[in-house]
């Protein structure tokens, strides 16, 4: 696989990367075995940057990966993210950014993972009550102890971004960004190519909408969040399912799946662009991998852009809480 630089201060990773977020919670169907043979298999295949948080699970997400890379750490270039605080029980609290609690996370973080560092050390959600410079500066000190080895954020405005940046080289900016949500292109991406940091993209198939693999939402299990997510609901599915649809069509024309079709077009914005679409089976692994080495023309491109224009999908991409939680 070919390799991408995140940011310039040295990190670089595999150019699709694997979130592993669904392995543990949000999805339904839990099998670890089948969890840990996809990472396995994934890191076969060459990736490298494996994507996990602390709220996934309540910690047992990052267990998880920490099982799996025991005996292959020297291969992995391991990203996990602190800022969404739960209880024990998992309740939702609140975003922290508070410089305490980013050392409290970040030691209960190494201990899940089994680990002495983190590769690269992401604040989830930007709290807006703790000035970000006080935040970062706290993070820097996880950098200058050598737990952390690269900064990033999620979700963070382009002012903020700028903000964090001058406290501490940002490596990274994880954002959702897809054919159905591309709202990273107009200022973000931008400001990280300005500042040189990388873009970390996340739902790159738009929590699985993309793949074509729903008909319905009563495909989702009854226990999966994505029923909560307004684009999975009502009238906003079926328009979203139409959207979809026209993109199998061009998949088919071009021998490839809707997936890949999704995949290589967001791999083809830009070299500093890295998705990591989540799976938590080797077959869809398999499948997502296979998309970088699929080659879009210009021709295929406008294909694409014409049967999926910007801000085409319908519905907001997370419930109105969620929603509430992005720095804007």
């Known amino acids: 696989m070919k390799q991408r630089a995140l940011g310039r201060q040295g990190l670089v990773v595999g150019e699709l990367g694997l979130g592993c977020m669904g392995m543990s919670e949000f999805y339904s169907g839990r099998d670890e075995t089948e969890s840990i043979a996809t990472i396995h298999r994934a890191l076969a295949l060459g990736v490298t940057l494996l994507d ?23 291969r992995v270039v391991l990203a996990t993210k602190f800022g969404n605080e739960r209880a024990a029980d998992g309740t939702y609290l609140r975003v922290n950014g508070t410089p305490e609690y980013v050392h409290r996370a970040c030691d209960a973080s190494l201990q899940r993972l089994g680990v002495d560092h983190i590769d690269l050390y992401y604040q989830h959600r930007v709290d807006r009550s703790v000035p970000i410079e006080d935040t970062v ?45 591309r709202e990273p292109e107009v200022a973000t991406l931008p400001t990280l190519r300005e500042l040189g940091i990388g873009f970390v993209a996340y739902s790159p198939l738009g929590r699985g909408f993309l793949s074509g693999r729903f008909a319905s939402s009563t495909d989702l299990a009854a226990d999966d969040s994505r029923r909560n997510f307004p684009r999975f609901q009502g009238e906003n599915f079926a328009k979203n399912l139409e959207l979809v649809q026209h993109l199998q069509a061009l998949a088919e024309r071009k021998g490839v799946t809707a997936s890949q079709l999704a995949l290589a077009w ?26 970088t080495k699929v080659t879009l023309t210009s021709a295929e491109l406008t294909a694409i852009e014409a049967v999926v224009p910007k801000g085409a999908a319908s519905g907001e991409r997370y419930p109105a809480a969620a929603m509430a939680n992005l720095d804007a």
């Open 52 to 74: 996990t948080a602390d709220m996934y699970g309540v910690g047992e997400n990052e267990r998880l990966v920490g099982r799996a890379i025991r005996d292959r750490r020297e």
């Open 137 to 181: 500066g706290a993070m820097a000190e996880l950098v200058r102890a050598g737990k952390v080895r690269y900064l990033g954020l999620s979700e963070a405005s382009p002012q903020t971004i700028r903000r964090a940046h001058a406290v501490h080289p940002i490596s990274a900016l994880q954002s959702e960004y897809s054919l159905w949500s």
């Open 266 to 291: 967001l791999l083809q914005r830009g070299t500093d662009i890295v998705p990591i679409p989540g799976t938590k089976r080797r077959r869809y692994l398999e499948e997502n991998v296979a998309a």
